[in-house]
Structures are given as structure tokens and as C-alpha cells.
């Protein structure tokens, strides 16, 4: 089945500082990679998804790059800003539509 | 405000028991999905349903079950209850399947069960 790694588990930047968390894959079948992003006491919110058809997408500070041969896509934030700092999942399909399986999680505290 | 509303928002009980979590998915979205989440832990992958049918099954325990019904509600059963059950359970829904044209999944503010 499908099975997503996701590193670092944490993560600690000073504001102003780029950050980037990566993920690998198992299932070669997967073409859809969301990543959520989880507040403190909230729900885990969408924030950016990639295709497999494209190997990067940028919405204002985030980025995600995808690497298919390699089974692996990252997230790139810049110019981090406290309000950044919170637990981030990535995510991959498995077994089709149905399953969306999801990484460990990185928490990422962006230091004023 | 995701539209997905969960039930109860908090829910203490002992062990041995059973409860039932309630999920009323966003209007007009046919798929819903549960997760666990335990302290600290990643979203553990329960169970999908998509128009009331059952379509995937994660590492669900034998214990817990679910159905959605025809209004597309969702219940999760959880019986025989652990002390390790312990954990913040959503719900999430979408329009179609997760990878579909409009592939997110709006996640409800969970129900966090507490097992003594």
C-alpha cells in the first residue's frame, strides 16, 4: 500500500528564513500531492497541491516541487513569518481516488 | 468555517464503551473520510465513503465501523473502547475523490475523545 515519509519532524527557522520539508512516496501510481497545514488546536487546512503532470507551483511565499522518478515532492516556504509556525502534512494518493494517505507531519516554528 | 460539522466536540468515557461520532459533510459533497489523530501523532487514515458506499478502508480496527447514509452523514462507531482510542478524530469531505478535479478535503473541527 501506499506509504509517504515525511522529514524533517521538526523544524526550527528564525523569521526571514526559508524553509523546506520533503516527502517521498511508494505508490508510482499516486498523481495527486496536497500538503495541509494544522494550527495549533485547529483543523488541517489545504495550503498548496501539485499534479503529476507539473513539476512546480508557486502560490505567493509557498512552492512545491515534484520529482516523479524520484518519488519524492518538497515545500518551500520563504521569507517565514511567525504566523507560518504550525504542523505541516504531506500527503499522496493510494489505491486510485480513494485513499489519501498522509505524512507524519513537520512542525515548524519560525522564531521572531 | 470548512461547512463540515462534527458531533460531540468533546466526548470522555471509560473503557470498554462504545460511542458513536457524528459527521455532516459540507453541501453538495459526496465523499467523506475519517482520520485519527492522536497526541502528537500524524492523521492516521480510518475510512472513505462516497455516496454511501464504502470505497476505501485504512488501518481501521476491527472495533470501529462507520457508515454514510443516504442524507450522507457519517457515523463512527467506536466499541469496546481502549485507553489507547484515545484521539482526535475528523471528519473531512469533498465534492468528488480526493485526487479528483477538485481534489481537497474540508476537514470538520474533530471530536476529541478522551477513554479513562
Known amino acids: 500500500g501506499e506509504n509517504v515519509e515525511q522529514h524533517p519532524s521538526t523544524l526550527s527557522v528564525q523569521e526571514g528564513d526559508s524553509a523546506v520539508i520533503k516527502c517521498t512516496y511508494s505508490d508510482s501510481a499516486s498523481n495527486y500531492f496536497p500538503w495541509y497545514k494544522q494550527e495549533l488546536g485547529k483543523r488541517p487546512q489545504l495550503i498548496i497541491d501539485i499534479r503529476s503532470n507539473v513539476g512546480e507551483k508557486k502560490d505567493q511565499r509557498i512552492a512545491v516541487t515534484l520529482n516523479k522518478t524520484a518519488k519524492h515532492f518538497s515545500l518551500h516556504i520563504t521569507e517565514t513569518q511567525p504566523e507560518d509556525s504550525a504542523v505541516y502534512f504531506c500527503a499522496g494518493l493510494s489505491g486510485g481516488y480513494n485513499k489519501l494517505i498522509f505524512g507524519a507531519g513537520t512542525r515548524l516554528a519560525v522564531h521572531p | 468555517d470548512s461547512g463540515v ?25 459526496l465523499s467523506v473520510y475519517w482520520y ?7 492523521l492516521q487514515f480510518l475510512i472513505q465513503y ?67
Open chain 2, 5 to 29: 460539522t462534527q458531533t460531540p466536540k468533546h466526548l470522555i468515557t471509560a473503557t470498554g464503551q462504545r460511542v458513536t461520532l457524528r459527521c455532516s459533510p459540507r453541501s453538495g459533497d
Open chain 2, 36 to 42: 485519527q489523530q492522536s497526541l502528537d501523532q500524524g
Open chain 2, 50 to 116: 462516497y455516496n454511501g458506499e464504502e470505497r476505501a478502508k485504512g488501518n481501521i480496527l476491527e472495533r470501529f465501523s462507520a457508515q454514510q447514509f443516504p442524507d450522507l452523514h457519517s457515523e463512527l462507531n467506536l466499541s469496546s473502547l481502549e485507553l489507547g482510542d484515545s484521539a482526535l478524530y475528523f471528519c473531512a469531505s469533498s465534492v468528488a475523490l480526493a485526487g479528483g478535479p477538485t481534489g481537497e478535503l474540508f476537514f470538520g473541527e474533530g471530536s476529541r475523545l478522551t477513554v479513562l
